[in-house]
């Protein structure tokens, strides 16, 4: 155990001590203060997270006893979750102001969750895998009910809890069969056991790892909380756990099925792509309220990036890390813009009350067409670039069927996305839904996802070398 | 002495039974409990593996399993006591604001 070990868990460790000080200090605060200077140490926690994530990548390799790995995949992965809560942060400011929550926890708990996602991505054995999946889906679980006299957010909460905790035992059951399988709960281990034949326990534990990891990510057929708890939860915490938590989760199914060299995955994961992205843009083509729809529309990205799971090896794995960033980054981006025009109590949040919106506040809906193109997949914005890598990776290993769902899914999904932007524009405003102004730190998180989301459709030559070297780190 | 094989199908059936129970029970403390059933299906599974191995990594997992399903439960009551509070129900079928 030497300094270099501890260099290999920096991010998660200032993650760590930021988000005690936070819950520490809370309680001493006056009951009105509003908490906004918790929040920005909040925020310099997660901006000190990302800096040591960049140090850490200069120092790859295993640490801890083989429990943790420090390589471009994770460093990849821990970058996804530093950004997102970072701007979810910077955007919480005025939401909780607007809704009169005067509750440090918040933060905090936004900061150790980040912790148990940025350990997702780079632990290599399955009991610390365990945990750090726990330690973020429960600090999601209370962050979806955060707004607690409002009876959708407890539902929302209950409704997220009861079938996370659901998916985690199948997830467990399948890591008890794979050790009893293989007799070891490490990756690389396990593969080397699995790659002299694979014992038919091997085969169902891997089927109820994908079944608890399915449900985290949201892919058909585990996908029924999602548009429920979407719903419910505050938009700003929808806007973190619809991207980085999933990002996590499939950074973990990345480590099981392809360093693991888990078995008999490829039909499993082909089936429950294309059945997510039908099901996703079906979905979302009959909803009224736009986080329902994006939670729709969530699922069917889901679907796009188990496309490129089932694709081959290396350019199959950069295209599914390239997409899980490109994704992060315009969802969460999307959430931002629905939190700030909600108002009190969530109440403008159906697509109707959007009308007019590209006249009464041209910036905000500028920004919200972004999201909206990228995550349609037009060129120049990051969606773009990212559904053209899993399609042609999905192409290149001769997956035309998939390719074939996928692209007419797409199709199907400019139709909605299309809709809010024609209502923004076309349609003549309803008097009644009043605009705020827009404070500097949503504004800056807006401008930094804005600037994210055109730099991956414009120049994502170093994003995706970087993803590729990533993937080439994974199944060596 | 006791084959693996039957620690293998007690488990099994511990973990289908919290199945069943999570899928047809109507009580929301009821189905909780059944989630803990599930889990102590996997612990079994565990522990029978690391006796079959003879490695302790198995037995070490039933212990983390067990301090997380706390954390669960400390987490999991508090929701449904909030539920509670905005509902005065524990009825899944009455907690129906959000369309399924």
Not at chain 1, 207 to 226: D, E, N, R, Y
Not at chain 1, 351 to 365: E, F, S, T, V
Request: with cysteine; hydrophobic share 60%; proline share 3%.
């Amino acid at each position: 155990m030497n300094a270099t070990d501890y260099i290999r868990i920096l991010p998660e460790l200032v993650l760590t001590v930021f988000g005690m000080i936070v819950m520490l200090i809370e309680p001493l605060l006056p009951e009105h203060n509003d908490r906004k200077g918790l929040g920005m140490l909040a925020l310099v926690g997660s901006l000190l997270a990302i800096a040591a994530t960049f140090y850490q990548a200069g120092y790859p390799g295993q640490a801890w006893f083989g429990m943790v790995q420090v390589d471009s995949f994770s460093v990849f992965f821990h970058l996804i979750v530093g950004f997102v809560a970072a701007t979810v942060i910077l955007a919480s400011f005025e939401y909780l102001a607007v809704q009169g929550i005067r509750l440090g926890e918040y933060y905090g708990l936004i900061l150790l969750g980040a912790v148990g996602m940025m350990l997702m991505s780079s632990a290599v054995e399955l009991v610390l895998i365990f945990i750090a999946l726990e330690i973020s889906s429960i600090s999601t679980y209370i962050l979806a009910g955060f707004r607690r006299r409002a009876a959708i957010s407890a539902e929302s909460s209950l409704k997220y809890f009861l079938l996370g905790s659901f998916a985690t035992a199948f997830f467990l059951y399948g890591v008890a069969l794979m050790f009893g399988a293989t007799g070891s709960t490490s990756i690389y281990p396990i593969a080397a056991s699995l790659r002299t034949g694979a014992p038919a326990l091997a085969y169902a534990g891997m089927a109820l790892m994908f079944i608890g990891l399915g449900f985290k990510v949201a892919s058909a057929p585990f996908h029924v909380w999602t548009p429920d708890v979407y719903e419910g939860a505050p938009a700003p915490v929808v806007a973190l756990m619809s991207t980085a938590p999933k990002a996590a989760a499939f950074a973990v199914l990345l480590r099981i099925l392809f360093a693991a060299a888990a078995p008999g995955w490829f039909w499993i994961v082909w089936c429950s792509a294309a059945l997510s992205m039908t099901l996703g843009n079906i979905g979302a083509l009959v909803q009224t309220n736009v986080k329902r729809m994006l939670a729709y529309s969530s699922i069917a990205h889901a679907g796009y990036l188990l496309c490129a799971f089932a694709a081959a090896k290396d350019i199959g794995i950069s295209a599914a890390i390239f997409y899980a960033a490109a994704y992060a980054v315009m969802n969460a981006g999307a959430f931002i813009v629905i939190a700030h025009f909600a108002s009190h109590n969530e109440r403008y949040v159906l697509i109707d009350d959007y009308a007019g919106l590209g006249r009464r506040a041209p910036g905000l809906a500028a920004v919200l067409t972004v999201f909206l193109l990228s995550l349609i997949g037009i060129p120049i914005t990051g969606g773009f670039f990212a559904k053209f890598y899993v399609f042609s990776a999905a192409l290149k290993s001769d997956l035309v069927g998939l390719t074939i769902i996928g692209v007419v899914n797409s199709a199907i999904a400019a139709y909605y996305y299309l809709r809010v932007i024609v209502v923004m524009y076309m349609r003549e405003p309803k008097e009644d839904t009043p605009i705020m102004p827009m404070p500097v730190a949503l504004g800056v998180s807006l401008t930094a996802a804005v600037v994210v989301t055109i730099y991956l459709g414009v120049l994502p030559g170093r994003v995706l070398n970087y993803a590729l070297q990533g993937a080439r780190d994974l199944v060596k | 002495m006791v084959p693996l094989s039957y620690y293998l199908v007690l488990s099994a059936v511990l973990f289908a039974c919290g199945v069943a129970g999570f899928l047809m029970k109507r009580n929301i403390i009821t189905i909780f409990m059944c989630i803990e059933l599930m889990l102590n299906g996997v612990n079994l599974a565990f522990v029978a593996f690391a006796a079959h191995w003879h490695r302790l990594s198995g037995q070490v997992f039933v212990f983390f399993v067990m301090v997380v399903a706390a954390a669960e439960a400390a987490v999991g009551l508090a929701i449904i006591i909030s539920v509670f509070r905005t509902r005065e129900t524990l009825n899944v079928d009455r907690v129906n604001l959000l369309k399924l």
